[in-house]
């Protein structure tokens, strides 16, 4: 009888977790997962994992920012010679890191996955947030990851073009791992066959984080405030100050027309929302809100990007998705900002359904999961 093969996953609470447990119990049934779940600031996701799953998938619940969760990570750690294979599922962590500081050997064997700008650096004090206090811990932040992130035996990035950003940034030498997340595809139609509104539902940005560049995104649109418009910001998370600034900003410019989302929504209801949207305005040029682009994308909306950003040379010209670029708005008419052909939008369709083929993911996954630690 073959070894059965364990592996420790740290993984932060996040809307597709369910959707990623899903897919190691159906295609990865012989290995044993362990998981230690993260919650960042107490946005709870987290605590709503359903009960089985705890029992499950052996979950450890365990908050990011606080102090007493350094010697609980580390005795997982220590033991860390019972598992094969160790994933990170990001590394935005906080005190945590001190945790990984001093396993060393823990994490030399174990595989690093970078979902965004917040992992990959430098730490970024938020303008609204900085004092001494806020400054000097993002300092001794980023001088930890330093010395953490290089001790990885494998690095693994969502955009391909990231680890050749962060590569010298960071001194990498652990091996590249390809890596995307399991996503099931939207379960609802298209804005084509939903939407019967005179208006046209436009949806900037993705979150309450400054680097989203979500107030120059409203600026951008404001030529068009005097149009059939209505703009949606999600601004369920992030920065309360910029969250702020943002809704200040949106009904300055747009009045009534604007409709801040701050309000955490399950993902058949955010989805749903999407459903709704002519146009996506995502004026981030980090690895960010990727999960809101994949929406979009396979509902066929119009999406406009920074061309300067990463995303947009992964999607535009890695991928080879429809995608239009943000600097182009201040020429176009209202109809030219609109108009997306449906041979574009169901290229784009195509192209989703491929990318979010089971098949796909599971050729990924074999590489980074049986790719077992020594």
Not at 104 to 118: E, F, L, N, P, Y
Not at 223 to 230: A, G, L, P, Y
């Amino acid at each position: 009888m073959p070894e059965v093969k364990k592996i420790l996953h740290i993984f932060p609470e996040s809307m597709f977790i369910d959707d990623f447990f899903a897919f190691m119990e159906k295609y990865y049934p012989n290995i044993v997962h362990d998981f230690i779940v993260t919650d960042f600031g107490g946005r709870g996701e987290a605590t709503k994992i359903k009960e089985e799953r705890y029992k499950q998938f052996n979950i450890e619940h365990i908050s990011t920012f606080n102090p007493k969760d350094i010697p609980a990570l580390s005795r997982r750690l220590r033991r860390s010679g019972t598992y094969d294979n160790i994933i990170f599922h990001s590394l935005y962590m906080n005190y945590l890191l001190i945790a990984l500081l001093i396993n060393k050997k823990a994490v030399c064997r174990a595989t690093s996955i970078m979902w965004g700008i917040q992992d990959a650096g430098p730490f970024i004090v938020p303008p609204t947030k900085r004092n001494i206090m806020t400054v000097t811990f993002g300092w001794f932040y980023e001088k930890l990851r330093r010395l953490v992130i290089p001790r990885f035996r494998c690095i693994g990035t969502v955009i391909e073009s990231e680890y050749e950003r962060i590569k010298p940034l960071y001194n990498l030498k652990g091996v590249y791992k390809e890596c995307k997340y399991t996503r099931r595809r939207p379960e609802v139609a298209e804005h084509s066959e939903r939407k019967k509104s005179e208006y046209v539902n436009v949806q900037a940005g993705h979150a309450g984080h400054k680097l989203t560049n979500t107030v120059e995104a409203l600026e951008i649109l404001e030529k068009f405030k005097d149009e059939n418009i209505r703009v949606y910001c999600p601004l369920s998370y992030g920065d309360e100050v910029y969250i702020d600034e943002v809704i200040k900003k949106g009904k300055e410019i747009f009045g009534r027309k604007f409709y801040p989302i701050t309000k955490q929504m399950s993902q058949d209801k955010y989805e749903r929302l999407l459903s709704y949207m002519d146009v996506y305005v995502h004026n981030a040029t980090g690895q960010v809100g990727l999960g809101n682009i994949d929406i979009n994308v396979a509902l066929k909306n119009k999406i406009y990007m920074d061309d300067e950003g990463v995303v947009y040379n992964d999607y535009s010209v890695m991928q080879g998705y429809n995608v239009n670029k943000i600097s182009d708005i201040k020429d176009q008419s209202f109809e030219e900002f609109v108009y997306f052909s449906p041979e574009d939008a169901e290229e784009n369709k195509q192209k989703s359904n491929n990318l979010l083929d089971d098949d796909n993911f599971k050729r990924i996954w074999d590489n980074i999961l049986l790719d077992y630690a020594h």
